[in-house]
């Protein structure tokens, strides 16, 4: 947690700090995660995730009512972190677009047992608002960056990102305190795998860490196959002919990326490998729907409606309960199950990555 907001986080005299009741899933698997998707839209129209022949200017997302209001969340928010959620990360769609994103920030960032409060965006409207979000209570920002070549990534967000325009979005978010500031990068093979190390280039000494990520089989669109797939093991070997790396240790339980270090000093990098090297055993991160769905996997089919109960008169005690028992029959285990060779399991109905964030 960074200094220039340590005043953000300190709680109100009459909100007494609720001791947290963990709970663990059929599997074991505690609930520390809970990602929040704040709307269904987005500035662009990435391939893998929303093509533009599907969300075209005719299509309609989410209407305001749909969606959760910010005491809906804040509720949820609350119900989780009294259950052992500590980690909080607000995602989309692009986040960005809710004008009035500083004002949950604020009250999310004050609930007990929140100690790390990030975002997920494209960047593209990061820059004007990194210090506004840092006052608000923000820790740290992810940003999706694919490529640093200004045509392949003008390609990949749709025909609508300027990579110039996000990369002053991170420097200004690293000039705010947001850090250390993490790049997601999807590598697709013959899509932007040759322009990797130029990225990684780019960012090398800077402290910000670039995580490759495996093109996923997530939600329904996206045309996924195995062989669009460059695996983190071909990905290092890549890297390592150009910068040698060694492994380092998990920042924390549960985390997803396999961390590397440039043995000259240049800093660190990630691997995240759901589809080669799946990580579901150690997987504690519930998401919330923009429309008030819990999903307890990233690959799931159905959910748990907390919209309903929220606008029929639960209380607290009502909404942790569904939390709860929602989390305590958790079995799932995707990505372990997974069979790439047989084409068949993807024809499974799974949500859809713009409602639950990635």
Known sequence: MHNTHMTSRSKPDDMPARRPEPVADALGRPLHDLRISLLDQCNFRCPYCMPEAEFHSDYEFLKRQQRLTYDEIVRVAAGASALGVSKLRLTGGEPLLDKNICELIERIAVLPGVKDLALTTNGMLLSPLA?????????????????????????MSGGRGNVDQVLAGIKAAGA?????????????KGVNDHTILDLLEYFRGTGTI???????????????????????????QQIQKRWPLRPIGRSYPGEVARRYEYVDGGGEI???????????????????????????CLFANQG?????????????????????????????????????????????????????GG
């Not at 705010?176 to 697709?188: E, F, M, T």
């Not at 670039?210 to 290092?236: A, K, T």
Request: hydrophobic share 40%; aromatic share 6%; with cysteine.
């Open 131 to 155: 210090e506004k979000l840092v006052v608000a209570g923000l820790d740290r920002v992810t940003v999706s960056l694919d490529s640093i070549d200004k045509d392949i990534f003008r390609g």
């Open 176 to 188: 705010a305190g947001l850090g250390p500031i993490k790049i997601n990068v999807v590598v697709q």
């Open 210 to 236: 670039v995580r490759m990520i495996e093109f996923m089989d997530v939600g329904n669109r996206n045309g996924w196959r195995m062989d669009q797939v460059v695996s983190s093991r071909s990905s290092l």
């Open 270 to 296: 990630g691997f995240i490998s759901s589809v080669t090297e799946p990580f579901c055993g150690d997987c504690s991160r519930a998401r919330l729907s923009a429309d008030g769905m819990l999903y307890t």
């Open 304 to 356: 748990t409606d907390l919209r309903e109960p929220l606008r029929g008169g639960a209380d607290d005690d009502e909404l942790r309960d569904i939390l709860s028992s929602t989390w305590l029959q958790r079995a799932d285990r995707y990505s372990e199950l997974r069979r790439p060779d047989i084409a068949e399991h993807h024809v499974l109905k799974k949500v859809e990555m713009y409602r639950i």
